[in-house]
């Protein structure tokens, strides 16, 4: 069973910056898949950004493209995502998934088997 707890999350300004961080546990992480996705009340969830087990293949959604950027670090069990010249339209509960199927990046919410709870962003015009 794999275990994901995100943070970092808060209130930042728009055109500000932060980091989310997913810590995982429960399985070697270069054998999963990991994605970042959010979600506001009433709306589905979207995609944000996908990293293959190696961190050789990246996808980013198209409003954060050029603005997020996900990276990973074995060693440590984390996933990131740098988050800058943040927007309102940003505001949402950041979830972050892990899959098995490792070699591979993967856009789909239902190609994710494993999720944290979510972290609040809120991002103040």
């Known amino acids: 069973q794999v275990q994901l707890v995100e943070s970092g999350g808060g209130l930042v300004q728009a055109g500000g910056s932060l980091r989310l961080s997913c810590a995982a546990s429960?399985?070697?992480?270069?054998?999963?898949?990991m994605g970042w996705f959010r979600q506001v009340p009433g709306k589905e969830r979207e995609f944000v950004a996908a990293i293959s087990g190696s961190g050789g293949s990246t996808y980013y959604g198209d409003s954060v493209k050029g603005r997020f950027t996900i990276s990973r670090d074995n060693a440590k069990y984390t996933v990131y995502l740098q988050m800058n010249s943040l927007k309102p339209e940003d505001t949402a509960v950041y979830y972050c998934?892990?899959?098995?199927?490792?070699?591979?990046?993967?856009?789909?919410?239902?190609?994710?088997?494993?999720w944290g709870p979510g972290t609040q962003v809120t991002v103040s015009s």
């Open positions: 998934a892990a899959d098995p199927l490792f070699l591979s990046a993967n856009i789909a919410s239902m190609r994710y088997s494993y």
């Open positions: 429960g399985r070697t992480l270069s054998r999963l898949r």
